[in-house]
């Protein structure tokens, strides 16, 4: 039986990861992400798909986050009508990320209609949050280690990646042949989360390089978070923070609610304005199994900031002064509550901006850990006088040694191996670690380029 692979996303970029598997008798998308960063990339999202979504069999989600998941409305909108399968925690942060998705692109067309700042009249959005709810109920939740038939004659299992709740790794076995997706791989001493599982025999591995030519600083994520919060502090300034509303958000309580239990940061408000990273907290919670942290922990993270669930709620923030701290969605600044209060925060020098994880070339937030002195926001540009800092310890990818030490002992020897989910230089950069570490034989895939796996 042939088996062929072609890589729609996530290659030359960290972004839009959409891989589709086509077997003799059937035709499967792994992940089905929107594009971020540059406007060439998220132009893509808009144009034509080379196959048709309602002769797909199924999807099959690694985890949650948007660069795998946030195109799926739009899938189904175009006529896919199947099964979604996923692990249960991923499911269940769908719930949440997926509609305000819609609901963030309905908002970003209104407001680039109201101010005139787009070239489309009038400017639409990709989807609603009615498209987005509409598809949930095609979400099919799966165990870690269960495995199951998205497809006659076709196999998969979803084992855990360590990345975020219910992230996974998927195996696809047909016939006799074995191929295997990464996913977003986590790290190994997550304070929150648990370390990914070993990778089992593959004949066909798909692997992630985000971070494929660096590795983290040797930093205490405590020490660094607290130096900047006093220094911001004492200042009297705010500590603004872009983050991610599924993991990066609850790291970040579990850390402010250590450190303020410990007196190390002095007892000023915490704001948690992201009515997305509210709800995902409570599904950190409720997936034990998943995570590292104890119910009395995750009781004094849900305390360690007052949610700020409204519109209202939110602009009330800016109507204040620092010290304070707030935690406001999303992770790279391409949209949400977060543009509203760099507009509110950025100008002044007493303020500081930190950032907690990945920073997607061609993404606001991209632009000002490079060093931006201004900032286009809402079609205006703001001027960047605030403080900006990266605590690069607290991403929640595994680094290109980590990547090494997690494959090392599974003594894998797959036929060839798939770098992608990378920037062009951290995509090769890792390709040559493998091909030196193990002899693989290893490439980058171009961006809809198709290959065969005998």
Not at 114 to 135: I, V
Not at 147 to 155: C, I, K, Q, R
Not at 183 to 208: F, S, W
Request: a neutral charge; charged letters at 25%.
């Amino acid at each position: 039986m042939t088996t062929r692979i072609r890589f729609l996303g996530a290659a030359d970029t960290v972004t839009g990861s959409r891989y589709l598997v086509e077997t003799d008798g059937a035709r499967l998308l792994v992940d089905c992400g929107l594009f971020q960063g540059f406007k060439k990339l998220r132009e893509r999202n808009w144009t034509s798909l080379p196959f048709d979504p309602a002769k797909l069999d199924a999807v099959l989600l690694t985890h949650a986050h948007i660069d795998h998941t946030g195109y799926l409305p739009r899938l189904c909108k175009l006529g896919f009508k199947g099964r979604v399968y996923c692990t249960h925690g991923t499911g269940d942060l769908l719930q949440i990320l997926l509609p305000d998705s819609g609901f963030l692109q309905e908002e970003d067309a209104k407001r680039a209609n109201k101010y005139g700042y787009t070239r489309h009249q009038p400017a639409e959005p990709l989807y609603t949050r009615e498209d987005a709810e509409s598809c949930l109920p095609q979400l099919t939740g799966r165990g870690f280690g269960e495995s199951f038939e998205p497809v006659a004659g076709v196999s998969a299992t979803f084992t855990r990646a360590g990345h975020i709740i219910g992230s996974a790794c998927l195996a696809l076995r047909v016939g006799g042949t074995t191929l295997t997706f990464s996913g977003d791989v986590g790290r190994p001493n997550d304070p929150i989360m648990k370390p990914p599982a070993p990778p089992g025999p593959t004949d066909y591995l798909v692997i992630e390089s985000t971070y494929g030519d660096r590795r983290h600083p040797a930093e205490n994520v405590a020490d660094a978070l607290a130096h900047v919060v006093n220094a911001t502090a004492e200042k009297r300034g705010v500590i603004l923070v872009p983050s991610f509303a599924v993991g990066r958000a609850q790291h970040l309580l579990h850390l402010i609610a250590q450190l303020g239990a410990a007196r190390r940061i002095p007892d000023i408000p915490v704001y948690l304005d992201s009515p997305m990273s509210i709800d995902a907290t409570g599904i950190f919670c409720k997936h034990k199994d998943d995570h590292r942290i104890s119910e009395a922990e995750c009781r004094a993270m849900c305390r360690a900031a007052k949610y700020s669930a409204t519109p209202d709620d939110s602009k009330a923030i800016d109507r204040q002064s620092g010290p304070m701290i707030v935690i406001s969605a999303s992770g790279m600044a391409t949209g949400g509550r977060i543009l509203h209060h760099l507009r509110r925060f950025l100008p002044d020098e007493r303020n500081t901006v930190l950032f907690v994880g990945y920073q997607a070339a061609g993404t606001r937030g991209r632009a000002l850990v490079d060093g931006a002195d201004e900032l286009k926001i809402h079609g205006q540009y703001v001027k960047v006088k605030a403080r900006v800092v990266r605590v690069e310890g607290l991403s929640a990818h595994a680094d290109y040694a980590e990547l090494l030490d997690w494959l090392k002992p599974a003594g894998l020897k797959p036929r060839k191996v798939f770098v992608t989910h990378g920037e062009p230089a951290a995509a090769d950069a890792f390709r040559r670690r493998l091909r030196d570490a193990f002899g693989w034989d290893v490439v980058v895939p171009d961006d809809g380029s198709t290959w065969s796996l005998e």
